[in-house]
């Protein structure tokens, strides 16, 4: 039988190029974008698109059944940043959307699904070197308990109704295709645009501020080999632990002037600064390296290149 995906969030950073890169693999009318924005046009002409309301449970069931769709990649989420405005709204959609396909799954319609968590699931009382997979779990703000929440629901459905779960804990993600959403690491992309479009950027987190990051080349692959492992690999059932990059927005801005030796930074901390340092600095990532093969390409001269190069292109700016 082949595969039939639904990707649900798909108009966001990850979702916009995580639909285009399954479909090279599964075939455009078998990857199913949905969200409840327009997605760019590559995402629209290519393939099906549903315009979807997660929230809403039957318009969710009716499009699995219409498409007989095998696996969902749940990427639906209120980010970080926007969250904190409103909480009441950020759990709701992050956590009643997660129960809606997750007991689509435990009822049978559902072989497979992934659903991404975050470095926002640790805390003040973390370790924030080199993170282990094991540690304790404090998180302050709505979508990293939201996320945590979501981890022990992913191992309770594994071992209570056998349901095919996995997921990655996501670093902060760079990527030129898509615009930030709202979150705290989201400077290591506007960053980018700045330093085209004006040569300097004023960060809202301090010099210092070390953070896991990621190019979005390396999560998406990672992503779906992590849901293409066979199932016996798969031996973390709440959560991997994910990584490449860390660095802080001076080293950061340090690697663009390489590329750019006129480009300058200033700091204005604002609210993100104290999300910031509640999580971890590096992320100790070896589960995911053993059990089922994880490997980054991209290292930090690399990403900058890349970004430059493309956004130059996107932004057409010589």
């Known amino acids: 039988m082949s595969e039939t995906i639904l990707v649900t969030g798909s ?5 916009t190029e995580l639909v285009m890169n399954l479909r090279k693999i599964y075939g455009n009318d078998h990857v199913i974008a949905s969200d409840i924005r327009e997605p760019n046009a590559e ?7 549903e315009k979807l309301n997660v929230m809403d449970r039957p318009q969710i069931f009716e499009i699995v059944k219409k498409y007989k769709v095998t696996q969902v990649y749940h990427l639906v989420a209120m980010l970080s940043a926007t969250a904190e405005k409103v909480p009441e709204a950020g759990w709701d959609l992050n956590m009643k959307s997660f129960f809606y396909i997750m007991e689509l799954a435990r009822e049978g319609h559902l072989k497979k699904v992934y659903w991404p968590s975050s ?10 070197i ?4 094991h540690t304790i779990m404090e998180p302050t703000t709505v979508y990293g308990i939201s996320k945590q929440t979501g981890e022990r629901w992913c191992e309770y459905y594994f071992n209570k109704y056998g349901v095919d779960v996995r997921s990655i804990r996501y670093p902060g993600l760079i990527s030129w295709k898509s615009e930030p959403g709202g979150g705290t690491t989201d400077y290591a992309v506007d960053i980018f645009y700045e ?3 004006t040569g300097k950027y004023t960060s809202f987190l301090k010099a210092d501020t070390g953070l ?24 973390i059932r709440s959560s991997y632990n994910f990584s490449s990059l860390s660095f802080t927005p001076e080293v950061l801005a340090q690697a663009i002037q390489k590329e750019m030796p ?3 930074i200033d700091y204005n901390p604002d609210f993100r600064q104290a999300i910031a340092e509640t999580w971890p600095e590096s992320i100790d990532d070896h589960f995911a390296r053993e059990h089922w093969g994880w490997k980054h390409n991209y290292d930090l001269n690399d990403m900058v290149k890349d970004m430059l190069k493309n956004l130059r292109t996107k932004l057409n700016i010589k």
């Open 262 to 264: 006129d480009f300058s």
């Open 212 to 235: 896991p990051m990621m190019y979005m080349e390396d999560a998406i692959r990672g992503t779906i080999e992590l849901v293409e492992a066979p199932a016996e690999k798969v031996k």
């Open 119 to 128: 470095i926002a699931v640790f805390g003040p009382t973390t370790p924030r």
């Open 195 to 197: 330093a085209l479009k």
């Open 11 to 15: 108009s966001g950073q990850i979702g």
């Open 43 to 49: 995402v629209m002409e290519s393939g099906p698109f």
């Open 130 to 133: 080199n993170t282990p997979q």
